[in-house]
């Protein structure tokens, strides 16, 4: 591992290295998931496992000593040496050919597609974009292309961006009570130890979040989940996602979709009606 660092050339040499996972996508696990969501744990080897679940496999498996301040595991590996504090989840898009089945055993093949720095409201931002592609019974099932943005620790006094107002027009809507246990058992599930989702006192005193932070991928789930619960039986060819603002354990959020014409827009509202997350979907 080499030290941290903000040259751009250096962090550039990342691009294209590689890593290969396998997981078995065994039901037990997708079973808690649905208990963490409060509903019947009923699904069976052969079922397809609900869209974006699969963040609950292919856990990074480091020992605790290759932690880093923050509970992730230290970079300079398969992610590149940002000499930057923080880290979260800046957004993502999929492209969906068909679905992974419980019991069946599959394959992640990832690889540093971009990594760019640049200058922000509050200081140095770099984005790192990996890219990963999903095989299973000798069949590609999708990819996905993830967007990790990493920051300074906030300035004594700073104050954060305040993000903008969500439309409050919608066809469909569910509010989300994020309580510290939901956020507990989905970082146990996805073996996450990010400490900003369950380490109040790291999150608010290092971070300086007002509270604990919901996970950008639960969200990002959970606006699937929505589109799925109001289109039953339908096929998402492809989804996309960018984060907007955080969101916390403080108070409940909302959920809103609509359908447009160019296919469905999904997003949720922070307390105060303001946008935390936008999302698009394409359904055949």
């Known amino acids: 591992m080499t030290g941290r660092t903000l040259d751009q050339s250096v962090l550039e040499s990342w691009i294209g290295r590689r890593e290969e996972a396998t997981d078995l996508i065994d039901p037990r696990t997708a079973r808690l998931m649905q208990a963490t969501l409060d509903r019947t744990p009923s699904l069976e080897p052969g079922d397809a496992l ?36 923080r880290r979260m989840w800046a957004g993502g898009r999929f492209g969906f050919e068909r679905a992974l089945r419980l019991g ?6 990832s690889e540093i597609k971009s990594v760019r720095l640049k200058e922000g409201r509050s200081g140095p931002l770099c984005f790192v974009t990996v890219r990963h592609e ?13 967007d990790i943005v990493y920051r300074e620790d906030p300035k004594p006094g700073s104050v954060a961006a305040v993000p903008p107002d969500a439309p409050r027009e919608s066809d469909w ?24 989702h369950y380490d109040r006192q790291y999150a608010m005193e290092i971070e300086g979040y ?3 932070v919901f996970h950008g991928p639960l969200t990002a789930t959970l606006l699937f989940d929505l589109l799925l619960e109001q289109n039953p039986g339908c096929w998402v060819s492809s989804y996309q996602f960018r984060a907007v603002s955080p969101l916390f354990d403080t108070a409940a959020f909302t959920l809103m979709g609509k359908r447009a014409d160019s296919g469905i827009e999904l997003w949720a509202v922070n307390p105060a009606g303001r946008l935390a997350m936008t999302a698009q979907a394409e359904m055949l």
């Open 50 to 85: 609900p869209p974006l679940w699969h963040w609950l496999y292919f856990p990074t498996v480091v020992a605790q000593k290759d932690l880093g301040r923050d509970g992730h595991p230290k970079l300079g590996g398969f992610l590149p040496p940002v000499d930057l504090p």
């Open 104 to 109: 069946e055993s599959a394959q992640r093949i």
């Open 134 to 146: 999903i095989f299973a019974g000798g069949s590609f099932c999708f990819w996905e292309e993830h």
């Open 173 to 196: 809507q569910r509010r989300v009570e994020p309580s510290p246990i939901l956020l507990f058992r989905y970082s146990a599930l996805t073996f996450n130890g990010h400490r900003i």
């Open 210 to 212: 007002p509270g604990l």
